[in-house]
């Protein structure tokens, strides 16, 4: 099995930049489809953006053209760029395959928090 541990939040002010860094401990290559997912206390888990093997992506209409995701299957990586961040934006940002869990990957990473200041 795969796990996943998540890196690079932090606090920024608005209109801010930071790069998210999702490790897998193992190949994720056979997984088609892998993505960014944010929770804010006391909310549901919400998708932000995907992307499939062969770099295809899609985003949530709140970090369209703000947000960039990509993958480095070779080194079993998944990035989210993000600029111009805006306190909405603050949560803990997890990554996973879409749906979640897929085989290899068994559990949700301990994420990690964006906190952005108004």
């Known amino acids: 099995q795969v796990h996943l541990v998540e890196s690079g939040g932090g606090l920024v002010h608005t209109g801010g930049s930071l790069r998210l860094s999702c490790a897998a401990s193992g190949s994720i290559f056979s997984i088609n489809v892998m993505a960014w997912y944010r929770q804010v206390s006391g909310n549901e888990r919400e998708l932000v953006a995907r992307i499939t093997r062969e770099g295809l992506t899609y985003y949530t209409m709140s970090v369209k053209g703000r947000f960039t995701i990509s993958r480095d299957n070779a080194q079993n990586t998944l990035y989210l760029q993000m600029n111009s961040l805006k306190p909405e934006d603050t949560a803990v940002y997890y990554c996973?395959?879409?749906?979640?869990?897929?085989?290899?990957?068994?559990?949700w990473g301990q994420g990690t928090q964006v906190t952005v200041s108004s």
């Open positions: 996973n395959s879409n749906p979640p869990s897929i085989w290899p990957i068994r559990d």
